[in-house]
């Protein structure tokens, strides 16, 4: 093999892996923070094209934030008055027409309660609680001995 062309192919090669790193990048930046990247991106390939009116649904969901998600959340747990699991508060949260975007919702929330373990604290077996609150019991009831 000519020498030019071995270089250019290593180069390639090269380009490749470290495109690699950006992709992963992104989609780790995009499940952690829910953020979207501007459409003048360099990374316009993975963007999804634009939906026809058709398409569309009917009712507009909004991209939750981090923030906002935890306040859904919060919201949800107050309502409820119980431990709530992760996949229970994702559809709670979808049906209040904020979006979460993540290929797994119920990591995705787990992370953000558990960055903000000043709000949430995960019960063992039962679900995401808000700190400093008393328990209640699994009827519902509050647990004035705890």
Do not use: C
Request: glycine share 6%.
């Amino acid at each position: 093999m000519d020498e030019t062309l071995a270089k250019a192919l290593k180069k390639k090669e090269e380009l490749e892996n470290e495109l690699l790193q950006v992709q992963q990048f992104i989609d780790l930046y995009r499940a952690l923070f829910g953020e979207e990247i501007g459409e003048n991106s360099a990374n316009a390939s993975t963007t999804e094209p634009a939906k026809s009116p058709e398409e569309a649904p009917q009712k507009r969901r909004r991209r939750g934030k981090p923030t906002e998600i935890a306040d859904a959340a919060e919201r949800v747990i107050r309502s409820l008055n119980r431990p709530v699991q992760r996949g229970e508060l994702v559809s709670r949260i979808e049906q209040e027409g904020i979006e979460i975007h993540s290929d797994d919702k119920p990591r995705y929330i787990g992370t953000i309660l558990w960055r903000q373990s000043e709000r949430f604290v995960n019960v063992e077996g039962r679900g995401y609680w808000l700190t400093g609150v008393p328990l209640p019991d699994e009827d519902g009831q509050p647990n004035i001995f705890e």
